[in-house]
């Protein structure tokens, strides 16, 4: 079947250090990969995007790394502040498709 | 913001009513997804509005239907609403006939059936 999973369900780190919530997926036709972040109660938000012709992308203290070889995709935020305590999801999408499928969610909280 | 909207943002029905949620997408946008959300899961995929047709559907009965306007903006019908149709749906706006597909999505509206 196909599915986007994510490893861990739930991160807790200290402000300041350097997060990173990884997300696999099974279907190796995805070309594009979003990382949405989800505060309660708020729709999803963009966080960066990168398409399966690249391995990494680099944002504002955020960095998506794309292992095709092993169907996996991170996110990583460095320094992490307290305002990113949020649900992380990671999306993929088929060439073929306009839809994405989303995993369940990565939580992350943020100790001050 | 995105600048995708969405009204109501909150709605309570019971069993077997009849609902409509509303989106405007992200100007310059001309397409619109609609997902629903349960509770602790990541978004499903109901069905996606382009050119004012339906353009590709997840698994969902045909109780779910949609519309898109003229305008870009689009409405979710569901009818017979049932005690599982409680989430919150959520909108996306992107655009169609260019390389990037990114989605941009709406603050959602919650529905909770009795």
């Known amino acids: 079947g196909e599915s986007v999973g994510l490893h861990l369900p739930t991160l807790s780190v200290q402000e300041g250090d350097n997060s990173i919530i990884n997300c696999a997926y099974s279907?190796?036709?995805?070309?594009?990969f979003i990382w949405y972040k989800q505060e309660s109660g708020k729709g999803p938000q963009f966080i960066i995007d990168?398409?399966?012709?690249?391995d990494k992308r680099q944002g504002q203290r955020v960095t998506v790394l794309l292992n095709k070889t092993v169907k996996h995709l991170s996110l990583q935020i460095a320094a992490t502040q307290p305002g990113d305590s949020a649900v992380y999801f990671c999306?993929?999408?088929?060439?073929?498709?306009?839809?994405?499928?989303f995993g369940t969610g990565t939580s992350l909280t943020v100790i001050p | 913001e995105t600048g995708v909207t969405q009204s109501p943002t909150h709605l309570i029905k019971t069993r077997g009513q009849q609902v409509t949620l509303r989106c405007s997408s992200q100007?310059?946008?001309?397409?619109v997804s609609w997902y629903q959300q349960a509770l602790g899961q990541g978004p499903q995929f109901i069905f996606q509005?382009?050119?004012?047709?339906?353009?590709g559907r997840g698994n969902f009965p045909p109780r779910f239907s949609g519309l898109q306007f003229p305008n870009y903006s689009s409405e979710l019908n569901v009818n017979a609403l049932e005690l599982d149709d409680s989430a919150l749906y959520l909108c996306?706006?992107?655009?169609?006939?260019?390389?990037?597909?990114?989605?941009?999505f709406g603050p959602g509206t919650r529905l909770l059936v009795l």
């Open positions: 100007s310059g946008h001309n397409t």
């Open positions: 990168i398409r399966s012709n690249m």
């Open positions: 509005y382009y050119r004012e047709e339906e353009n």
């Open positions: 279907n190796s036709a995805s070309d594009y």
């Open positions: 996306a706006s992107s655009f169609t006939g260019g390389a990037i597909k990114t989605q941009y």
């Open positions: 999306a993929e999408n088929r060439n073929t498709g306009n839809q994405f499928y």
